[in-house]
Antibody, heavy 121, light 106 residues
């Protein structure tokens, strides 16, 4: 069974760095990509970035200067780090699995339950 | 970035009714369009990808169509379990989503 689970602190202070971990099971990170998506309260879904199966990354240009995605394939984990957090970064953060073909690389066919992150002092 | 304009933002329909949600891209996205269902508990499921391909496990009452800039999701026979918010998403990086359609039972 394919599973993704986000973990990390629920509360982060303004100007600090957010670190989230996505632990996956049921598939290999070297076969599938992992995307990060967030949803601020009352707003829509925002794509943050992706760790492609080959190890390269792509980021939302609006977040690129603050965002870093990395992975540890031996532990089946993908990491998100975002610095200089502000209150508008308060959101539910999801990791999702992307497909393996040209047609499905952008398709998120499995989602984690989401991690709630509040930015507040 | 490609902007996705989704309509309506909310929709109230009766059980058994046929429901259609629309999405328009700011440029041609060549059928790279997916639809997702987000429930109140926060869970998200893929329903349709590449415009019209039904994700395994998604109910067959869901269907998608479209081309170029214009796409739609249809639910043929609304069921109570379909109460959710639906999002379209285009497939060129940076990936972008529509603003969502909240579906309620009338």
């Amino acid at each position: 069974e394919v599973q993704l689970k986000e973990s990390g602190p629920g509360l982060v202070q303004p100007s600090q760095t957010l670190s989230l971990t996505c632990t996956v099971s049921g598939f290999s990170l070297t076969d599938y990509s992992v995307h990060w998506v967030r949803q601020p309260p009352g707003k829509g879904l925002e794509w943050m970035g992706v760790m492609w199966s080959g190890g390269s990354t792509a980021y939302n240009s609006a977040l690129k200067s603050r965002l870093s995605i990395s992975r540890d394939t031996s532990k089946s984990q993908v990491f998100l780090k975002m610095n200089s957090l502000q209150t508008e970064d308060t959101a539910i953060y999801y990791c999702t699995r992307g497909g393996t073909t040209v047609v499905t690389a952008y398709v998120m066919d499995a989602w984690g339950q989401g991690a709630s992150v509040t930015v507040s002092s | 970035d490609i902007k996705m304009t989704q309509s309506p933002s909310s929709l109230s329909a009766s059980l058994g009714e046929r429901v259609t949600i629309s999405c328009r891209a700011s440029e041609n996205i060549n059928n790279y369009l997916s639809w997702y269902q987000k429930k109140e508990d926060g869970s998200v499921k893929l329903l349709i990808y590449h415009t019209s391909r039904l994700q395994p496990g998604a109910p067959s009452r869901f269907s998608g169509s479209g081309s170029g800039k214009d796409y739609s999701l249809t639910i043929s026979g609304l069921e109570s379990e379909d109460i959710a918010t639906y999002y379209c998403q285009q497939g060129y990086t940076p990936l972008t989503f529509g603003s969502g359609t909240k579906l309620e039972i009338k």
